[in-house]
Structure formats: structure tokens, C-alpha cells
């Protein structure tokens, strides 16, 4: 009397077992389909972030602190007015130790004002007491395991396929966790829009071939910008690679960031 | 710290102290009074709750008194614990996406759902079944819109029959042991928003989530000591000293266990003097001064802890006046306590840059979402509704 029922019921788990199994990639495709449509908002019709992995690399041996690459971001992507900032410049000045105090370095002082775009002041210290000054450029550090798209309640933020990490303003609820979880300090909730903002790459830009405005504007070449999918001859990012010992910010959080740096000190975080 | 004063009255204009990133270098940081209230209230909810359920599920006879009053203090803090969340979102018209499209990997998306569970499942059907008996009762011997009110929450189940009051009972004894566990989920998982952040070294830490139960134990026991007193004194009723000595030593004993793991974490942070560690411990000796190291440490911990720790050893040869006074003024010295330990985690963990080579001020307005008025405003809410629960739920020959 039992057999049949039982039967049925195995089919029944059976059915709902593949079910399952079959759901699941249909899930993640739906999610790459959405993910694909909020991608190519910013981008031109054809588009296929699936065909690139878009990738920045600083090589701060050749900053100046010019500060061009924050003004063109601020002026080509339309942030606020006050302490908000995409990418900015870092000046790291590490003085010699005091004469007798038996230290290898001296105080490590840090400035930014205004993102850097203004310049920056006098140094704080006599020229002769520097051992080391730097610039540093800042910006989002395309994690790949990025703790801002983690912790977002809605998943407004998300890792694009093409290695940018983007913001739909439309669906972001503004709740500033986002902000909280990245160690770089690279978001902002913007007064305008009242929801996160970051850097995107200059989506709009990237995506039609050109290069972000920061890369575009830098005198110096110290920013670096490629496509690790399509590389061309002579390419910048490859040569970086090549022939750069590289770095990576707070790599203890386990953030793998893309963005390598060459030529900084183990004081930048 | 002289800014944290002369925050109160006048306006200082924001100032850093060393390297801030500049997206950090706000007039205010990003979560403000009101992210402070809400692990706040919400641990209230999760301590008065257990409160109740130490005479629900542990039997403890001595507290039956409170228990009704216990309940009706978690379901009315329960009902304001998102307002001051909804609040401070960019965009609270969007607030359902976080139920509509949650986002697996976040703490914070499951909030709705265990809040929702929380108030659906467990509180509403409780507290239900609690007085189905009494609303059935109330209906028929009240007239007028109370009368209404009571034949509404009827549900028109009118049956007060004794197998279905003894199913009341068995249903309510299965959600209080339910609800604990819910309890320490709803908590410990508010802790868990701010453990999560690995970026935050002040955060960032496997204990908060016990911490914060904890000291939601603590504060929601200290509540409902309150709570008790002040509607006796309302009343013109007698305290129950055995009511309250049991209750006093409940929170003692919570207070323990609370500083033990609070001071772990201290001696962790201390011991182990990660990368961050120079700057968390500016901050406490500093920054934090008044809120930390008065507020939470001395006034809201140490003096509380000798005063119920007395009474644990010589509460006999204490007179019952001097009891009641030791407990009430440990239980507003414990409650401003815990709101001293949401804000040191809350802001404290926001004063500090990120690139830990600085410091930043917090200038608290009166005005505005995040200003001192809409924080009072938002911790007297839940007292009205729980003057209005009183007054319909609680009668006073009915005080159990």
C-alpha cells in the first residue's frame, strides 16, 4: 500500500532536486541579464561588458600632485561642491629621524586639501628635514572581493562584469553602509541625489573607447589605464606590469584591490 | 572635548585633527543620532522581552508582576525600532527593496525580515494569546470605543472555554521559546551590521554581536525595573520588593556577564594592539572621555555594579526604601549607560579616519533629522505608546 505513495513522494524530490538545479543557473543568468541592463545605462547601445575587464594602475614615481586628475573628474562627472571626491591626490611627507633618537624615520605628515586640485601648501617642515615626499592618487580600488557590494542591503551597488564596480542611483536607498564598508575611503553620499556615489571608471567614457578624464588629463602618465581582455601592442598596463614590483592598498582586509601602485611606502593606507 | 560641550549651545564649526580622506572630512558623520537610537531601542526590545520570558519559559514566579508589563514594553519599543533607521535612509520611499529585492550577502537586508518575524511571530501572536481571555472579558463589561477596541482584538474568538485557555497557554508558552532565540537574533544581528566592517577597526570584531546582546539584557532588564517603578509611583501602588529584588538580581547578575565580555574585548584590543589600535586608544582616552570612560565605564558599569552587588550581599539589613532608591537610580544609571555605549560604538567608530591618521569632531545640532530634538523626540515615541498600551492593556487590579 505504502510503495506508491512513497514512490511519488521520492519522484516528487527527485523533480524538486533538478528543479533546483536547473533554477539555479537560471537565476544567475537572470542576475547577469539585470546586471547586464543596468551596466549599458551609462554605455552606448551594443555595448558587451562581458568582452572587456577595464583595469587602472598608479605609478606614483611619476605623480607631480598636479591635482588635474581631481579637477577633470570633478568637472567631467559632475561632483558636489565640498569634501566629495572621486579620485584625489595625497601628499605623503616622511621627515628624517630626530639627530640621536635612534629611529629610522622620522613623522610621516599627510595632506590633501581640497582633493589636491588647488595644490598644496608650503611643507610643514624645513626642506632639509625630508627624507622622503610623494604624491599618492587615489581612487576606487576595484576590489575583487569588494566589502561595498557585500554589505549594500539592496544590491544597488555591484562588481560589473567588465571589473568596474557601479552604482544604479535609481535603486540605491542611501542607507551609507556601502560608504562604512570601504577601507579607502572612496565613497560619498552625495547631497544632490542623496545616495552613494564613486568612481566608475568614467563609465560613460570607457565604454566608447576613450579613457577616464583622470587618465586622459595626467601630464605625467602616472596613471595607467587597460583593458586586461584586449591588450594591444606596446600596451601601458602590460608594460606597467611588466616592469613595476607592484602594491596593493590595506591588502590585509583581503580586499585583493585591482589597483596596483608602484613606487609607494608602506606608510600609504 | 571641550567641542562636545560647546556642541550643546553653540556652533563650532567642524575641525580635523591630522589626515582625514577627504570624503570623510563632513561636517557630520555619515550615521548620526539616530543610527545611535536604533541598536538602542532595539536591544530594549530584546532585554524586555527576555525579561518576560524569564517568567513565561523559566518560571520564575517572583516576576509574574512584571510580565505583562514586559511584554507590552518590547511590543512598544518593537513598533519605533525602524523609524529612526527609515529615517536617515537618502531615500526612505525606497526603504521596501530591502523586502522586495534583499541583497543575500548583506547584514543589513536581512533586517527587515527578522524585524518582521520578530513583530509578526512572535510579539503580535504572544502577546495575543496572552490576553485573548481578557480581551473577550474586557468586550463584554466595556462600552463605548474601548469596547469596540477590545471586540476588534477579539478577532470574533470568543471561545473562553477551559481547553482553549489552556491552548492559549501552550501556544504562548511555544513563542516565548521561540521568541528567546528571535530575541538574540534580533539583537545579536543589529551587532552584526556593525561587526561586519572589517574597514573599521573599532567595529570590526567577532564580539559585537554578543556585546550587543548583552547589553541589550541589561538595558532591557533595566527598563523594566524602571518602567515598573515609575507606574507604581504613577499609581499609588507598592512596589513588590520580591518582584524587585528579583529583578535587581537578574540585572546584577546580566551586568556581569555584560563587563566580562565588554572588558574581553578590551583586553583583546589591548593585548593584541592591531594596526588600529593607537587610534581606538586615542579615541577612548580623548575623544571619548565623557561618553566612554564616564558614561559607559563609570556611571553606567562600575557604580551600577557596586550598587546591585550590595544589595546581593546585605539586601536584608537594607531598609525597603533605601532597596527601591538603589534600584531605581541603578536602572536610569544602567539606561543612560547603554545609550553612552551605542554612541561610543555608533559615532565613536565614525570619529576616526579610516586612513587612522586622524581625528574628527562631531557637531551635534538641535535641529534637523539628526539633531537633538528629533533624538528626544524618537525616545519619548515609544514611552506615549506605552502610555496608551497601559492604559488599555493594563488595568490596575490587573497588574500581573
Redesign the interface.
Known amino acids: 500500500m505504502n510503495k506508491p505513495v512513497s514512490r511519488r513522494s521520492l519522484l516528487g524530490k527527485i523533480g524538486a532536486a533538478v528543479a533546483g538545479v536547473l533554477a539555479a543557473p537560471a537565476a544567475k543568468a537572470a542576475k547577469a541579464v539585470v546586471q547586464r541592463v543596468l551596466v549599458t545605462a551609462e554605455a552606448p547601445k551594443g555595448y558587451d561588458p562581458t568582452q572587456h575587464k577595464w583595469v587602472m594602475a598608479i605609478d606614483a614615481n611619476r605623480c607631480i600632485g598636479c591635482g588635474f586628475c581631481a579637477e577633470a573628474c570633478k568637472k567631467e562627472n559632475h561632483v558636489p561642491e565640498?569634501?566629495?571626491?572621486r579620485t584625489?591626490v595625497?601628499r605623503y611627507i616622511i621627515t628624517k629621524p630626530k639627530p640621536g633618537s635612534s629611529a629610522a624615520r622620522g613623522e610621516?605628515?599627510?595632506?590633501?586639501p581640497?582633493?589636491g586640485i588647488n595644490g598644496y601648501p608650503e611643507a610643514p617642515v624645513p626642506k632639509e628635514d625630508i627624507q622622503h615626499s610623494f604624491f599618492v592618487p587615489?581612487l576606487c580600488n576595484l576590489c575583487q572581493h569588494s566589502?561595498c557590494t557585500?554589505?549594500?542591503?539592496?544590491?544597488a551597488t555591484f562588481d560589473a562584469p567588465d571589473g568596474a564596480v557601479l552604482i544604479d542611483p535609481t535603486?540605491?536607498?542611501?542607507?551609507?553602509?556601502c560608504?562604512?564598508?570601504?577601507?579607502?575611503?572612496?565613497?560619498?553620499?552625495s547631497p544632490v541625489?542623496?545616495?552613494a556615489e564613486k568612481c566608475t571608471l568614467c563609465y560613460h567614457r570607457i565604454t566608447r573607447g576613450l579613457k577616464p578624464a583622470c587618465v586622459e588629463v595626467c601630464p605625467t602618465q602616472a596613471r595607467i589605464f587597460g583593458d586586461l581582455k584586449h591588450p594591444v601592442p606596446d600596451d601601458p598596463i602590460q608594460q606597467f606590469y611588466q616592469n613595476n614590483l607592484v602594491e596593493a592598498l590595506k591588502p590585509?582586509?583581503?580586499t585583493e584591490p585591482r589597483v596596483f601602485y608602484a613606487g609607494i611606502d608602506k606608510e600609504v593606507? | 572635548m571641550t567641542n562636545e560641550l560647546t556642541n550643546i549651545v553653540q556652533v563650532v564649526m567642524p575641525h580635523f585633527e591630522g589626515y582625514v580622506y577627504p570624503n570623510e572630512a563632513t561636517q557630520q558623520p555619515l550615521w548620526g543620532i539616530l543610527i545611535v537610537l536604533y541598536p538602542y531601542i532595539t536591544g530594549l526590545v530584546a532585554g524586555a522581552f527576555i525579561m518576560a520570558s524569564l517568567v513565561r519559559v523559566f518560571n520564575v514566579k517572583a516576576l509574574e508582576p512584571v510580565y505583562r508589563l514586559s511584554m507590552l514594553t518590547a511590543f512598544a519599543f518593537l513598533l519605533c525600532a525602524p523609524l529612526p533607521l527609515l529615517f536617515h535612509l537618502g531615500h526612505p520611499e525606497r526603504c521596501f527593496e530591502v523586502m522586495m529585492t534583499p541583497h543575500l550577502t548583506s547584514p543589513m537586508a536581512i533586517f527587515g525580515f527578522v524585524y518582521a518575524w520578530y513583530l509578526m511571530a512572535v510579539l503580535l501572536l504572544e502577546l495575543w494569546f496572552d490576553y485573548r481571555r481578557d480581551f473577550v472579558g474586557w468586550s463584554e463589561s466595556t462600552s463605548g470605543f474601548k469596547g469596540i477596541l477590545y471586540r476588534l482584538f477579539t478577532v470574533g474568538v470568543t471561545d473562553v472555554s477551559e481547553p482553549a485557555v489552556q491552548l492559549d497557554h501552550k501556544i504562548g508558552h511555544i513563542l516565548s521559546v521561540v521568541g528567546i532565540p528571535s530575541a538574540f537574533l534580533l539583537h545579536g544581528y543589529v551587532g552584526f551590521i556593525f561587526g561586519s566592517v572589517k574597514a573599521n577597526p573599532w567595529w570590526g570584531n567577532a564580539l559585537m554581536p554578543i556585546i550587543f546582546i548583552m547589553s541589550a539584557m541589561v538595558s532591557g532588564i533595566a527598563l523594566c525595573v524602571f518602567n515598573y517603578m515609575v507606574l507604581s509611583w504613577i499609581r499609588r501602588k507598592t512596589v513588590d520588593m520580591k518582584c524587585l529584588d528579583v529583578m535587581g538580581m537578574y540585572l546584577f547578575y546580566a551586568l556581569v556577564m555584560d563587563t566580562a565580555i565588554e572588558g574581553l574585548d578590551w583586553i583583546h584590543r589591548i593585548y593584541s594592539a592591531e594596526e588600529g589600535f593607537r587610534v581606538i586608544q586615542y579615541m577612548a582616552r580623548v575623544k571619548l572621555f565623557y561618553t566612554l570612560s564616564l558614561g559607559q565605564v563609570a556611571f553606567g558599569t562600575l557604580v551600577p555594579l557596586i550598587l546591585l552587588g550590595v544589595l546581593q550581599l546585605v539586601r536584608r539589613r537594607v531598609p525597603e526604601l533605601q532597596r527601591r532608591r538603589m534600584y531605581f537610580s541603578s536602572a536610569m544609571l544602567i539606561l543612560v549607560g547603554v545609550l553612552a555605549m551605542r554612541w561610543n560604538v555608533v559615532i565613536g567608530g565614525q570619529l576616526f579616519s579610516k586612513s587612522l591618521r586622524g581625528i574628527m569632531s562631531y557637531k551635534m545640532e538641535f535641529a534637523g533629522l539628526e539633531g537633538w530634538f528629533m533624538g528626544v523626540v524618537l525616545l519619548c515615541l515609544p514611552f506615549v505608546i506605552l502610555t496608551v498600551f497601559v492604559k488599555l492593556f493594563l488595568s490596575e487590579h490587573d497588574q500581573r
Open positions: 565640498g569634501p566629495y571626491f584625489w595625497e610621516t605628515l599627510v595632506d590633501c581640497n582633493g587615489k566589502p557585500q554589505v549594500c542591503p539592496v544590491g535603486y540605491c536607498i542611501g542607507c551609507g553602509f560608504i562604512q564598508a570601504c577601507p579607502y575611503g572612496c565613497r560619498f553620499l541625489t542623496k545616495t590585509h582586509l583581503g593606507r
